[in-house]
């Protein structure tokens, strides 16, 4: 993610650098200030065009960028990137009468004017409530409490800011920029952007991977755990270790669950959904059998099999079991395609284990699975140490759990040296 938003930077750089050739301008204060206003604007608006473009979920981006909970995660960085540089840019205009005090104004330079020039006060006014509408926005993602399905009204209501946005940068880029690398760049991903933004206006975000379906059966586990079966088209596939959108209620809209089954061909598909929130807490009481249900997906990358490792760590904590139950399944036909790895099982206790009885019947049948209960009540946390004790230099750790949990494992495996790529995870914070 970090090489992906720091590749942008450097474009965008490198992109205004080129642009700012020949120019003969003095490089006075207030040069710099304009040309930080046009940089800032830029990068801010490059930015917004890449978060339009990952919020339309493109399949031929999954793979390269290694699963949609990994784009999400570039989304929501980028998102916070582009709102800081917005900040900026607005504080930039404002710094004009602040520079008075301690700078003698230069000279007007001529600007180049076009028929958009009619269009530059209103722009500018659209560029000024935007970038309130925005800092607005990032308190509220950020801020986990807020209501998800009246956040997710606010985030569609994004592609009209971004349309604004367009109509802003457009009009006030400077007019000798569409004849430079800058100009190129500005039309490009407004192009891309304002497409995307009009997709997600139309509701039509991920319809083609959209399949209608049935709750078919309704299993409640300890720990408010609810296993819940849909029975979908026989078109409908998925790998073990992906997830899906799921919705029932429009409301509420589209919730992400990791499938807990093997694709059998038969469209039926399984979930495990745990009581995190108020909504998965309503769940748990009010999804009877007979529910209408869509489906979207599938999405994600968490795929062990393409793991080159000799050995392989398997860590599935409370609810993060279920790609690896998925995974337990399909090998159940092939035991001999099953890589060497040890499975761990991490809850707190025995009254919070769903799942143990299940993972035992299925790693019986796999021979290279070793399975391994740890409830923490008794062992306390698992820690790197322990996972990576006797293992090779080269084993690869697969987990999905907790986001604290995984970076404290991280933090261990770092200590002992082992390369930071050898872990994998899934990242289920959509905002």
Known sequence: MKKILYSVALVIVAVWVITL???TAPTDIWWWRKQLIYVTGLASF??????MLLAVR????????????????????AGIWAIGLAVSHYVLKLSKDVLKVFFERGIKEPRLETFLEMFRGVAKDIGEWTVWI????????????????IWRYAHKALAVVYIALAFHGVVLAPADWWLQPAGLLLAVVTAVGVYCALIA???????????????????QHPGDVLEVTCQLPKQWEHQPGQFAFITLD????????????????????????????????????ELDVGRAVIIEGPYGCFDMQHDSGSQQIWIGAGIGITPFIAWLESLQAHPEQAPQATLYYCVKNAQEDQFS???????????NITLQLHYSDQYGHLTADKVLQGQ???THIWFCGPQNFAQALQQGMQAQGSPAGNFHKEYFQMR
């Open 392 to 394: 090779s230099a080269d």
């Open 357 to 367: 009885e299940q993972l035992q019947r299925l790693c019986a049948a796999l021979p």
């Open 134 to 149: 925005l800092a607005i926005m990032l308190v509220m993602t950020l801020w986990q409490r807020f209501p998800y399905h």
């Open 21 to 23: 050739q020949g120019q």
């Open 250 to 285: 429009r409301f509420e809209g589209a919730h992400p669950f990791t499938v807990n089954s093997a694709s059998r061909g038969d469209g039926q598909v399984r979930f495990a959904i745990k009581a995190l929130g108020d909504y998965t807490a309503r769940l748990q009481t």
């Open 58 to 77: 493109p399949r031929w981006l999954e793979k390269p960028l290694h699963g949609l909970d990994k784009m999400y995660r570039l989304h929501k960085w």
């Open 201 to 219: 206006l139309s509701g039509r975000i991920g319809h083609t991977r959209r399949y209608q379906g049935r709750v078919v059966s309704v299993k």
């Open 46 to 51: 490059v930015l917004m065009s890449l978060i």
